[in-house]
């Protein structure tokens, strides 16, 4: 083969050769190439998809709040709305509690039955005592309120002057009434609004409307005896 055929053959395969090399140059970096915007193309979804799900998350957290400070005050104003439909009750005093007491019961004993002065009413309980144990009808008059009120198991009578009480004296003041007014303790005296008790309810004695100083006897109960 003559040499200058050879030679020139010998250029064109190189020619190939080096053509095929820049081919394989030329596709490797195009593929290198969209590899990068391939991974750039999953960065940016990435990113875009973890800044859109924190703003999701952001939103649906927000919007969780706002519900529960709603339903919280929602539940406040409707404990307040109920404090409002509930009438209070205002707190009581130490005067409604309180029972009204005398304010010195050792010294005055007989206040709950309006008496303000206990010794005048204990020295006329004494010379009352004494006129009946004497049995000195026309003093133990001075000591009756009247008309007088007088109880039997059958009736009631009502003895309306002195004179009509010292006429049925025996009959009123019996023995078992004189006994129960003698022998009264005025420290076991039985107090209350309506007035001061001897024995189990024999008389009762009381303090005058007009005069709070003078008191006498203005009910006798004679059933009581009885039983």
Request: charged residues 20%.
């Amino acid at each position: 083969m003559p040499k200058n055929h050879e030679f020139g053959n010998q250029k064109l395969s190189r020619k190939l050769s080096l053509t095929a090399v820049l081919l394989t140059l030329t596709f490797v970096a195009l593929a290198g190439c969209g590899q990068d915007k391939n991974a750039e193309a999953n960065n940016t979804g990435s990113s875009t998809s973890v800044i859109e799900n924190g703003a999701d998350a952001n939103r649906s957290g927000s919007a969780q709040n706002d519900k529960a400070a709603k339903e919280s005050g929602n539940a406040e104003n409707s404990s307040n709305d109920a404090q409002k439909s509930t009438p209070s009750v205002p707190a009581a005093s130490s005067d409604a509690v309180s029972s009204p007491t005398p304010s010195n019961p050792s010294q005055n004993p007989f206040e709950v039955a309006g008496i303000q002065d206990p010794k005048a009413f204990l020295n006329t309980f004494k010379a009352l005592q004494k006129a009946v144990a004497d049995n000195d009808k026309e003093k133990v008059a001075n000591y009756i309120f009247y008309p007088l009120r007088v109880n039997d198991s059958e009736k009631s009578l009502t003895i309306p002057n002195k004179k009509d009480f010292i006429a049925k004296y025996d009959q009123i003041f019996t023995d078992a009434i004189r006994e129960a007014l003698v022998n009264q303790k005025t420290d076991d005296l039985f107090v209350n609004y309506q007035g001061v008790m001897v024995g189990s309810g024999e008389l009762w004695l009381r303090r005058d409307t007009d005069n709070p100083k003078l008191f006498g006897v203005f009910s006798i109960n004679l059933e009581t005896v009885a039983n």
